[in-house]
């Protein structure tokens, strides 16, 4: 059974830093390129992040480039969105997300394979 569970969320001041995390099992880790996603409140699921499957190329949405780095251990089948600076337009429900194949691929949403149930960030000015 494919399980991807977040965790790491809660509440925070603005500038603050969290660590997110998401736990992998029930698939072959290694071979899929994880993402980080976030929906708002009345807006889209929208691309954080993503890795590939050796973690050695990433790609960040053009707006969080220099606050969010995201980084995936095999070893202990877990991909990590470190979230630094936060801003509460960074409140939202993050989800991560598995995709086999296609890393140029790995900014749309319906390309991925499998999901998790989402944590939630919220930041306070």
């Known amino acids: 059974q494919v399980q991807l569970v977040e965790s790491g969320g809660g509440l925070v001041q603005a500038g603050d830093s969290l660590r997110l995390s998401c736990a992998a099992s029930?698939?072959?880790?290694?071979?899929?390129?994880m993402g980080w996603f976030r929906q708002a409140p009345g807006k889209e699921r929208e691309f954080v992040a993503g890795?590939?499957?050796?973690?050695?190329?990433?790609d960040y949405a053009d707006s969080l480039k220099g606050r969010f780095t995201i980084s995936r251990d095999n070893a202990k089948n877990a991909v990590f969105l470190q979230m630094n600076s936060l801003k509460p337009d960074d409140t939202a429900v993050y989800y991560c997300?598995?995709?086999?194949?296609?890393?140029?691929?790995?900014?749309?949403?319906?390309?991925?394979?499998?999901w998790g149930q989402g944590t939630q960030v919220t930041v306070s000015s």
């Open positions: 029930g698939f072959i880790f290694s071979s899929y390129h």
């Open positions: 890795i590939n499957t050796s973690g050695g190329t990433t």
């Open positions: 997300g598995a995709k086999f194949a296609g890393f140029s691929r790995v900014r749309i949403g319906a390309s991925y394979n499998y």
